[in-house]
């Protein structure tokens, strides 16, 4: 790495916090590398109220591009210069890239999502979802699927603190893609969910339930699930959550863990700031004897 680094070296940088364990600097780092870019990705560890900072410094220190985590995703998408539509209807920022001193940015977790079910054969135009959750996955998630031309995006969420964000994502998306028939439904509502269900091309969850402590959990029943129905989860660890493993089980035309989602925002995210295709094969390989070691 060392040899790398000279007086043209290019940064790029994680923010947000904890970003200790992130898995970013050595994906990006691993890339860069592969694909001759002279540059270096490191992970810097600030809060929502440094975030302005943070800016400054992006333009001082001419920081090419690079990510928000969380907790500063939000705040990030309004101290940018310029954001993409989704990133404002998600409220949310995750990638910038540092155009001649204009920090734009864009929200690619809805993205990869949907690049995910593309890998696996699985087109979102015209289809009838329905998508479990209202935080932050969730939201990205309704809103790609909205601006890709899905036709109907039911929404459901127990009666928490997100509910009202799935309602008033329901509101945007009625004004700003008014073909997509947006509902929003109480979870323990399990009559309309199952219904909801019966009538769909695929199903989601995009809700934490999957993934520890709520491992082992699934909030879907297992009479819903059927031949014809399209699963996918947002959840990546474990790579197969019991609803994942329930639709494998019963038939179910395609059943697509969270892993993919995940390895694919990253990928969109490389492209956004590098405008090169990220080497993921080659990524995925050399993760693979890394893991061998
Ligand atoms: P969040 O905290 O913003 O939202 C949590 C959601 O889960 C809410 O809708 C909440 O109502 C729901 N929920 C929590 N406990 C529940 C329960 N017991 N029963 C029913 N609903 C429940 O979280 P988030 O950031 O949106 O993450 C949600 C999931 O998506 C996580 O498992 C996360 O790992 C996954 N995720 C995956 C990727 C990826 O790239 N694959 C990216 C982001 C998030």
Not at 78 to 97: K, M, S, W, Y
Not at 195 to 217: F, H, R, W, Y
Request: net charge negative.
């Amino acid at each position: 790495m060392e040899k790398r680094i000279d007086g043209r070296t290019g940064l790029y940088a994680l923010f947000g916090t904890p970003v200790g364990h992130s898995g970013s600097p050595a994906m990006y780092n691993f890339c860069f590398q592969h694909d001759g870019i002279n540059a270096a990705y490191m992970a810097f560890d600030v809060n929502v109220d440094d975030m302005e900072q943070v800016m400054k410094a992006v333009k001082l220190f001419n920081i090419r591009g690079g990510n928000f985590t969380m907790p500063v995703k939000n705040i990030a998408s309004q101290l940018c210069d310029e954001i993409t539509p989704a990133a404002r209807l998600v409220g949310a920022c995750n990638v910038f890239v540092n155009k001649d001193g204009r920090i734009c940015g864009d929200v690619t977790d809805g993205k990869g999502f949907i690049k995910n079910l593309q890998v696996n054969d699985v087109d979102v135009k015209g289809k009838k979802l329905v998508v479990l959750g209202a935080g932050g996955a969730a939201t990205a998630v309704q809103v790609s699927l909205a601006l890709e031309g899905a036709a109907e995006i039911a929404i459901f969420n127990r009666e928490d603190e997100f509910y009202p964000r799935a309602e008033e994502t329901a509101r945007k998306l009625q004004k700003e893609c008014p073909a997509v028939n947006v509902t929003v439904t109480k979870l323990e509502d399990s009559e309309k969910l199952a219904e909801a269900i019966k009538g769909c091309d695929i199903l989601v969850n995009a809700t934490s339930v999957g993934m520890k402590p709520l491992d082992g959990q699934s909030l879907i029943d297992t009479s819903l699930l059927r031949k014809d129905l399209i699963v996918a989860d947002t959840v990546y660890s474990p790579e197969k959550t019991r609803m994942i493993l329930e639709a494998e089980a019963a038939g179910c035309k395609a059943a697509i863990g969270g892993k993919g989602m995940l390895l694919w925002q990253g990928a969109l995210n490389y492209e956004f700031y590098t405008g090169k295709e990220m080497p993921v094969e080659e990524y995925q390989k050399y993760q693979a004897e890394q893991a061998a070691k």
